[in-house]
């Protein structure tokens, strides 16, 4: 009797080295319309506002003081203030510290001693000295410099120890982060350009640098860029969009009037769509980058799967994580905005009539902006994936990052 063996047919798709050459123009191509962009959009220096600092007038300057003394008070507070905003009830305290220029005296109002101030705390003090007049003290904030930086070190030992290399290549992506934000971004919001059109290209060359740093450079990490920029894209016009619809001035707060009042050609209606875009870049990232991976890991399981099955698998994957990554949104929010919902509870006001004040409803649209356009960069990054995902048995792919001491992986081959 015969037998006739019956093999599946693997369709590899394009050439793996033509489908990484091809991308790598894109992606270059992408990264060079940026820099182009950042370039245009690079803050002239002489816009950007430098007399604003409240604390930098003549005669001020800050001063690194130790409280040696506390002593309270009766001050008589409570009732409402002199902006019609209600005072602490309780003790004020006057307070002596040891400077390197002798001694210094100042008073803590009510809330501030309540919140707890101790002899040995380390301050930061404002000495306030007018030409002809008598020196006086006031004081500016705590001195958090040494555990700040511990906390920041203690984090980066672990991130590399857990996570080595991509950890460190990680924690170098947030040093990326942090220059983007400092040197263009936020400069740029100041000096009057369009704070949406900053925020998305300075995320585009923020997502282009930390992806590859922290995933390696590989057709898979290239699914999850694409899949983050059409995210991007799509929060930012959703952003213009409910920031116009919803009437978001941008000015909700004390400091947001401080802020008008400090640099008068701030667009803040503008910087409040850009913020939409900033805010979801972590978890945005977090879901491309986990959607790629689910499909190639999808695919190495079953390489003859086809395109229409792997995309279904994948999005229930990216079922659950829509789902988790939506409550992540909202509970950053609630947790950042703690005082103003226990505001909301002591002021017993319905939750109906405070969401729609300019400070909550900020927060409102951002969370519910950023979380449409997470739930939208799922199925995109999805299909992406699984156009560019390997369908032979034996493709594998490696990223170019280092593996094991004194070795590094090979070329992507897939």
């Known amino acids: 009797m015969a037998h006739s063996h019956s093999h599946a047919v693997v369709d590899h798709g394009p050439p793996r080295r033509g489908l990484a050459a091809t991308l790598a123009v894109i992606v270059l191509g ?52 002199p902006d019609g905003l209600p005072q602490v009830k309780g003790d004020c305290a006057h307070i002596t510290a040891s400077t390197d220029d002798g001694t210094a005296t100042f008073d803590l109002d009510a809330a501030r001693y309540k919140a707890g101030i101790k ?27 040494l555990p700040l930086t511990a906390l920041a070190a203690i984090f980066s030992v672990l991130v590399v120890v857990v996570a080595r290399w991509r950890g460190l290549f990680a924690l170098v992506g947030i040093a990326v982060t942090m220059l983007a934000l400092t040197k263009f971004i936020l400069p740029a919001f100041l000096a009057g350009e369009s704070p949406l059109l900053v925020a998305m290209v300075g995320s585009t060359a923020i997502m282009i640098v930390v992806l590859y740093l922290a995933h390696g450079v590989s057709i898979r990490t290239t699914s999850a860029l694409f899949g983050t920029l059409v995210g991007i894209g799509l929060t930012g016009l959703l952003g213009l969009g409910a920031t116009a619809w919803t009437n978001l001035s941008g000015v909700g707060s004390e400091n947001d009037q401080v802020l008008v009042a400090s640099v008068p050609g701030i667009h803040l209606q503008g910087v409040v769509a850009a913020t939409m875009v900033i805010a979801g870049l972590g978890v945005l990232n977090d879901v491309t980058v986990t959607q790629a991976s689910a499909v190639w890991e999808l695919r190495a399981v079953q390489p003859t799967m086809r395109g229409a099955q792997l995309f279904a698998s994948a999005m229930r994957i990216g079922r659950d994580h829509i789902a988790s990554s939506v409550y992540t949104l909202v509970f950053a929010y609630a947790g950042s905005a703690m005082t103003i919902l226990l505001l909301i509870t002591a002021y017993q006001q319905s939750l109906g009539t405070m969401a729609t004040t300019e400070e909550i409803g900020t927060e409102i649209v951002r969370t519910i902006v950023g979380a449409i356009g997470l739930v939208l960069a799922v199925p995109i990054t999805t299909a992406f994936a699984v156009l560019m995902a390997p369908s032979g048995e034996d493709e594998q792919e490696e990223a170019y990052v280092p593996t094991r001491r004194g070795s590094h992986a090979g070329p992507a081959g897939s």
Request: hydrophobic residues 40%; proline residues 6%.
């Open 30 to 81: 992408i990264a060079a319309m940026a820099i182009v962009a950042m370039v245009v959009l690079w803050p002239d220096s002489t816009k950007v506002p430098r007399d604003a600092n409240p604390y930098g007038g003549q005669g001020v300057t800050t001063v690194d003081a130790k409280v040696t003394g506390v002593d309270p008070f009766d001050c008589n507070s409570g009732g409402q203030g």
């Open 119 to 145: 002899a040995g705390d380390e301050v930061k003090i404002l000495r306030i000295a007018p030409k002809g007049q008598a020196v006086s003290y006031e004081f500016l904030d705590f001195r958090r410099g």
